[in-house]
């Protein structure tokens, strides 16, 4: 290039003009809209997945711990107890042993588990001989789940009157979701 065209590049003056300018702006509009909302059903479609993984994270862990307690109870055992004084429900499924035998009778040790369902949305597990007290202290530390919208224990009992199998009806919700549980649970223990 010569001397002479370069200075004729640099005193020509006229720049964009104004249709110029619009026309990049508005595909530069389009391009940043189309990012945007790919990000935008990124975002909404990683929190939906979200909450459906911790509906139903919550509804499992929570069903496996009360099969755990059901299946491993004895038929004889298995009582609902309505806790009148403080409100809510409980739930007892729990294996009795002889432990010691003395020469006047024996002496009985239960273990299993207490379900307490507050009536509100927390389900709690106990020791099967816990007091109405530490049901009533509503620990942390016994907190099964805060997710559980209702819950209904139904007892199926043979003609000798011992539970053959447990209905469990529940309802979860999780950051907005819902999710309902209809299962049966056979007693394994005679």
Do not use: C, W
């Not at 509906?55 to 298995?78: C, P, V, W, Y």
């Not at 020469?103 to 927390?122: A, I, L, M, P």
């Amino acid at each position: 290039m010569k001397k002479d065209e370069k200075q004729e590049l640099f005193l020509d003056n006229k720049g964009l003009s104004l249709i110029e300018l619009l026309v990049t702006v508005t595909i530069s509009s389009f391009v940043l809209i189309s990012v945007f909302s790919f990000m935008l059903a990124g975002s909404k479609s990683y929190a939906n997945a979200s909450a459906e993984m911790d509906l139903q994270s919550t509804r499992q862990l929570t069903m496996n711990f009360i099969a755990d307690g059901i299946m491993s109870a004895s038929r004889e055992h298995i009582e609902m107890n309505p806790l009148n004084p403080i409100g809510g429900q409980a739930f007892t499924f729990s294996t009795v042993h002889d432990v010691v035998t003395d020469r006047t009778n024996n002496t009985v040790e239960q273990k299993g588990v207490t379900f307490y369902y507050d009536g509100d949305s927390s389900l709690y597990v106990y020791e099967a001989n816990a007091t109405l007290a530490q049901i009533q202290s509503n620990n942390k530390n016994n907190l099964v789940s805060k997710n559980v919208d209702s819950i209904e224990f139904t007892l199926n009992k043979d003609d000798k009157d011992s539970v053959e199998s447990v209905r469990v009806k529940a309802v979860f919700q999780v950051k907005g979701r819902t999710s309902a549980v209809d299962t049966v649970y056979k007693v394994r223990n005679k």
